[in-house]
């Protein structure tokens, strides 16, 4: 099926290089789409010096939500942060306070084999002093009720944000931790906040769900071409209720296959996606990245700017399929105010 979702990009070509690589579309396919499971949970994280804050919609029906306590004991194992990903928060309404800007803001979302409540990032321009600390929080994510992907496990997701950053500037950072004495890090990765301006190289694709070896070739060129900022315009994975695909696609672009000591573009670029068909607007999607907005209808639509540019996401699923409901109505009336 073709990819339901929009990528717009507005402002001086003359300021802003758009590399784009699109994968093999490959043999269609549809899943059943399904409700998500567990218990409805309302909570809200403030990210220490933003503007923002993060509250995931009930409809995700997310549970476990805790922001970070230090009291987790470490294990090795179990505790060790997974498939490290960089992501962009903020709120998508322009002008307002809090507003998405990855020159001075960046998320930071990953994985662990097993519970627990560690949520915290350190960083700095210095590999070998990370002084900045910052928390976060924590979240399940059940399987859906009934669609493919219902028998696989929960996943155990963390989530950083961190503002006041400088842009066009280099960052190395570790996340994890856990109680004192028993912290468990993942690697140094490291990251470049977007200039404020001159040149900026946007990385844009999308479906990848035909082969990750595809979808790796594509990313190691986007790290090649050292792109400043990356765009996913939908179906990363064939059926977005399936966790195990996700984990599978996103292992493929962490860790290089040829150096496990050094890492593809996975928690090294941005790397913000939107919803094509294929997510099903599946709690899975919404859970494994990280992307700006607020509201109801959180990550369904956003916008910030790169330089001169001004980046429109826009998930046109409920506007083509839901026509007149209260979702299509407020992405088209938000649309409509944001350019």
Not at 130 to 148: D, E, N, R
Not at 241 to 249: G, K, M, P, V
Request: glycine letters at 10%; proline letters at 5%.
């Amino acid at each position: 099926m073709r990819t339901r979702s929009s990528v717009f990009v507005v402002g001086s070509s003359a300021a802003i290089s758009l590399f784009w690589l699109a994968c093999n579309s490959g043999p269609s396919s549809s899943a059943a789409a399904g409700s998500d499971g567990g218990n409805t949970t309302t909570f809200s994280y403030s990210p220490q010096g933003c503007a923002y804050t993060v509250s995931p919609p009930a409809t995700l029906a997310l549970t476990d939500l805790f922001a970070d306590d230090a009291t987790s004991a470490g294990d090795p194992t179990s505790a060790a942060p997974e498939r490290v990903r960089l992501g962009l928060g903020g709120n998508s309404d322009l002008g307002k306070a809090g507003y998405a800007d990855p020159s001075t803001t960046a998320s930071f979302t990953w994985q662990t084999a097993a519970k627990n409540h560690a949520a915290k990032v350190k960083l700095g321009t210095d590999p070998n002093n990370l002084s900045q600390v910052k928390p976060g929080y924590v979240w399940t994510t059940p399987p859906p009720t009934q669609a493919i992907g219902s028998s696989e496990p929960e996943t155990y997701m963390h989530e950083v944000h961190v503002c006041g950053l400088t842009a066009g500037s280099t960052y190395y950072y570790q996340v994890g931790g856990g109680a004192s004495g028993a912290e468990v890090w993942s690697a140094t990765q490291s990251f470049t906040t977007v200039p404020a301006s001159g040149s900026i190289i946007v990385g844009i694709s999308g479906d990848a769900r035909d082969q990750v070896s595809t979808f790796q070739l594509a990313q190691e060129r986007m790290r090649d071409a050292a792109v400043n900022f990356q765009l996913f315009s939908g179906d990363i994975v064939d059926i977005g209720t399936q966790e195990s695909l996700y984990e599978q696609w996103l292992d493929s672009i962490w860790k290089d296959p040829a150096d496990n000591t050094k890492f593809v573009t996975l928690g090294q670029q941005y790397f913000v996606p939107i919803a094509g068909n294929h997510e099903n607007e599946a709690a899975r999607f919404y859970a494994n990245f990280s992307i700006p907005g607020s509201g109801d209808y959180a990550e369904s639509y956003a916008s910030f700017g790169l330089g001169a540019a001004h980046v429109v996401l826009l998930d046109d699923q409920p506007i083509a399929t839901q026509q007149g409901s209260d979702h299509a109505t407020k992405e088209l009336a938000w649309l409509d105010t944001d350019l």
